[in-house]
């Protein structure tokens, strides 16, 4: 099966930098997602690790341990537009389409 | 490029009636997915189509929900009987076959309401 974990809420002000964790345990792996979802709207995508490392776009990172089972989205600066919830997603190695999703991550992001 | 679109909007039902929901995915995107999003939590799979072909619906509750793409273009997804417990956000999303990333991309969501 498949099991993700991340902090159910984040708090930061503007201008600030924020990481936002997620473990998984899978029985099978194949890269990590990041989706970005505000109040009543629909997920769009953030970021994908296929590979180790750090991904880079714009103010938003993502990175990936693979050996740890650990990845993490990183925003600088801050906006007041990047409250939202944030959700990883697990893309399973047996269904190269198939992702599962965390329970989210709310950012608060405060003046 | 039109996003993916879905009606209606917004439901509310009595419990033991019956709902269907309508998806468009994005023009040549092969796989299309559903997923039911309860209240504070993330998206949870129902059912995954590869063209006109179920790839996984191991979480679909068979004995109340259906779905069917049959020209593998859009799709329907149905509720019958309807639940307090079915009360979500059901979620379409479309993606490119394969790919790197597999990028999803989800339209706006159909709220259920079961009372």
């Known amino acids: 099966g498949q099991s993700l974990e991340q902090p159910s809420e984040v708090t930061a002000v503007e201008g600030a930098i924020v990481q936002i964790n997620c473990t998984y345990q899978t029985s099978g792996f194949y890269g990590l997602s990041w989706y970005q979802q505000h109040d009543g709207g629909a997920p769009t995508f953030l970021s994908y690790n296929g590979l180790d490392g750090l991904e880079e776009t714009g103010r938003f990172s993502s990175f990936l341990s693979r050996s740890d089972s650990y990845g993490y989205l990183l925003l600088q600066e801050l906006q007041m537009k990047d409250s939202a919830s944030y959700f990883c997603a697990v893309r399973d190695k047996g269904n190269f389409n198939k992702f599962y999703f965390g329970s989210g991550t709310k950012l608060n992001v405060k003046p | 490029e039109a996003g993916v679109a879905q009606s209606p909007r917004y439901k509310i039902i009595e419990k033991r009636q019956s709902v269907a929901f309508w998806c468009n995915p994005i023009s040549g995107h092969a796989t299309l997915y559903w997923y039911q999003q309860i209240l504070g939590q993330g998206p949870k799979l129902l059912i995954q189509?590869?063209?006109?072909?179920?790839?996984?619906d191991s979480q679909l509750p068979k004995d109340r929900f259906s779905a069917e793409r049959l020209k593998g273009v859009d799709s329907t997804l149905k509720i019958q009987p309807a639940k307090l417990e079915d009360s979500a956000v059901y979620l379409c999303?479309?993606?490119?076959?394969?790919?790197?990333?597999?990028?999803?991309?989800f339209g706006p969501g159909t709220r259920l309401t079961v009372l």
């Open positions: 999303a479309s993606s490119r076959s394969g790919g790197a990333e597999n990028t999803q991309y």
């Open positions: 189509f590869q063209n006109n072909g179920v790839v996984d």
